[in-house]
């Protein structure tokens, strides 16, 4: 029962900005400008449940392709984010010369800007699914791999030490002592880096590659099919939510001891 009064409180929020919103999008002013959340419903239902190739609508029954088309290269992009990542992080992290070789070109790097990039990685790389999959590695490996530096960082001395003097090696220690102690912030990391997966799989799908949401949402824009517009940004930030949630899950297994300790 506290659940459910959470969920419904929850819920307050939401269904006053569907009244509000409603209610905007009625007034003459608005029209053909914002379409109301009914005529959003309407839409997004015949994107997911149409059937594709009736009628002059060029959206009917593509919902499930576009966002399989988006999570798989965002699941590409970020699966060489951690892979990459996060050993380089505890390498920096933990080794002085690594870090004075590394970390400033990682520090210069981090600044440009996902659609700064989009020029090379269309020249590089034509538009292709290889492009959107790199920009979507950029855009998830540096916060992958800066949370990932800090978490090494930050490992107790002392721990380090006691492992040092029991005879651990350099391998042993950065796998048995620095990786655990560092997992907190690497999920934190990862959570970030894959928010920012997912918009520069937008970013990039309305240039670089010719399907996906990100496609969709550009093309919809440019017809004037606002509907698909608005429902296009709620499929990516439930997207968005879900994956998050796939790591929040992942994280309450890893670190379940901390969460014990807590208690």
């Not at 499930?64 to 505890?90: D, M």
């Not at 800066?146 to 090494?152: H, L, P, Y």
Request: proline content about 5%.
């Amino acid at each position: 029962m506290h659940k459910l009064h959470q969920f419904l409180f929850g819920l307050i929020v939401p269904v006053l900005v569907l009244l509000l919103w409603q209610i905007a999008a009625s007034q003459p002013d608005m029209a053909g400008i914002v379409p109301t959340p009914l005529a959003v419903m309407d839409g997004f239902a015949g994107w997911i449940w149409g059937q594709p190739g009736l009628g002059l609508n060029p959206y009917l029954g593509t919902w499930v392709s576009n966002v399989a088309y988006s999570g798989s290269r965002v699941v590409q992009g970020f699966f060489y984010s951690t892979v990459l990542g996060i050993p380089l992080g505890l390498l920096i992290g933990r080794s002085k010369l690594i870090s004075k070789l590394i970390d400033p070109m990682i520090q210069s790097l981090r600044p440009i800007p996902i659609t700064a990039w989009l020029p090379f990685s269309i020249a590089l790389f034509g538009i292709r699914d290889i492009g959107s999959v790199f920009l979507i590695f950029l855009g998830g490996f540096y916060a992958v791999v800066v949370n990932t530096t800090q978490g090494a960082r930050d490992v107790d001395r002392n721990l380090v030490r006691a492992a040092q003097m029991m005879g651990c090696r350099p391998g042993q220690l950065l796998w048995r002592v620095v990786l655990p102690c560092a997992m907190p912030a690497i999920f934190t990391g990862l959570r970030v880096g894959l928010g920012i997966s997912w918009t520069a799989v937008i970013v990039s799908e309305m240039v670089a590659v010719k399907s996906g949401l990100g496609y969709v949402l550009w093309d919809a824009y440019y017809v004037g099919r606002m509907d698909i517009v608005l429902a296009d940004m709620v499929s990516i930030g439930a997207m968005g939510f879900v994956s998050d949630r796939i790591i929040v899950a992942m994280e309450s297994k890893v670190l379940r001891w901390r969460i014990l300790q807590n208690h």
